[in-house]
């Protein structure tokens, strides 16, 4: 990481939106607020540290940080004066922005810019500031200080404040292919097979395809499958959830939501594999001896959607983990 330097060409995909955003900075009409809005894992964080090197930058070349300069290697290192980053803090059940980050980053930005003629704050997260926390920065989004520039970075951007979207230009981030993805792992080390596959897991994602390639691979999509096909076996007994519950209470958050998720796409393969783009094209042999009916695929994926939900709250993992496979063995019968 020494050596790397913020620039475009190391933005993954996102063409047409890194031309734009160049655009917008050598044209020196970069908003006073934006929000880079998509999945997690699609480049967001990149662009918006590229675009702050960029704004800062002593010698930009047509929106182009150049990468040499101190103001340059400051931001690439995360230590430059003008550089503001508010990210979420972990605790046990959840992460959130606090209203106590968003004034330290206010009083930060209400002072003149020390090294440039501007400062950049990069929210990342957004949608994970409280109420407190929004409102406070709704304020100063309303009323910027004139040297400073604001970069919301969200996954959700319908869970920001109504009135922050609507002060702020949006620029979205779409998925990126499989290919990409793939691409992207085979460069970093990744055997082709390997990367294929993780590829399709990923979901567009390379922040998350690169987090299963240094994990070892899926094992959650693997743990998601064995469930259903002991649940389809009538395998999975009161113990299994309990023993399963407590695995899972040593996950992270993250890792639970990720293997909802792989519980509603080998759900929506069974149903649709024949008619549809299967998400797991890997896992077909498996899933067609998974015997659901389809009435009853609808409601687990309905109870996955809702446990989704309720990950936002502050419910403790284990007990949300053994409500979920309580329910959904429910559903099939069990």
């Known amino acids: 990481m020494e050596n790397f330097k913020l620039t475009w060409e190391n933005l993954i995909g996102h063409a047409a939106t890194a031309d734009l955003l160049r655009k917008t900075i050598a044209e020196d009409k970069f908003p006073h607020a934006v929000i880079f809005a998509g999945t997690e894992g699609v480049g967001k964080r990149l662009a918006a540290e590229i675009c702050a090197a960029a704004l800062l930058c002593e010698n930009p070349v047509e929106g182009e940080p150049c990468g040499m300069c101190e103001s340059c290697r400051l931001v690439a290192a995360r230590s430059h004066p003008d550089f503001y980053v508010v990210e979420a803090e972990a605790t046990k059940t959840t992460r959130n922005i606090k209203i106590g980050q968003i004034r330290a980053m206010q009083s930060e930005a209400s002072l003149r810019p020390i090294n440039s003629?501007?400062?950049v704050v990069i929210i990342d997260g957004?949608?994970?500031?409280?109420n407190a926390a929004a409102n406070c920065l709704l304020k100063t989004i309303e009323e910027p200080p004139s040297q400073t520039i604001f970069i919301l970075l969200t996954a959700s951007r319908s869970s920001l404040l109504m009135t922050i979207r609507s002060r702020c230009r949006t620029i979205n981030f779409d998925k990126l292919t499989a290919e990409q993805i793939a691409a992207a792992l085979i460069s970093r080390g990744a055997e082709a097979s390997e990367a294929e596959r993780l590829a399709v897991i990923a979901d567009g994602s390379l922040g998350?395809?690169?987090n299963?390639?240094?994990s070892g691979g899926a094992k959650l999509r693997e743990a998601a499958l064995d469930t259903l096909e002991r649940i389809s076996?009538?395998?999975?007994?009161?113990?299994?959830i309990f023993k399963q519950g407590a695995q899972i209470a040593e996950w992270s958050r993250e890792e639970f939501a990720d293997f909802l998720t792989h519980m509603q796409k080998?759900?929506?393969d069974i149903s649709f594999a024949e008619v549809m783009e299967p998400h797991n094209p890997d896992l077909l042999p498996r899933l067609r001896?998974?015997?659901i009916p389809e009435r009853r695929i609808f409601l687990m994926i309905e109870a996955g959607a809702e446990f989704h939900r309720r990950l936002k709250s502050n419910a403790n993992l284990r007990?949300?983990?053994e409500a979920y496979l309580l329910q959904i063995r429910k559903i099939f019968g069990g």
């Open 126 to 130: 957004a949608e994970l500031m409280n």
């Open 289 to 291: 001896a998974i015997r």
């Open 117 to 119: 003629a501007r400062r």
């Open 212 to 214: 299963l390639h240094e």
């Open 208 to 210: 998350r395809a690169l």
């Open 233 to 240: 076996r009538a395998e999975f007994t009161n113990e299994d």
């Open 266 to 268: 080998i759900l929506r």
């Open 319 to 321: 007990l949300l983990a």
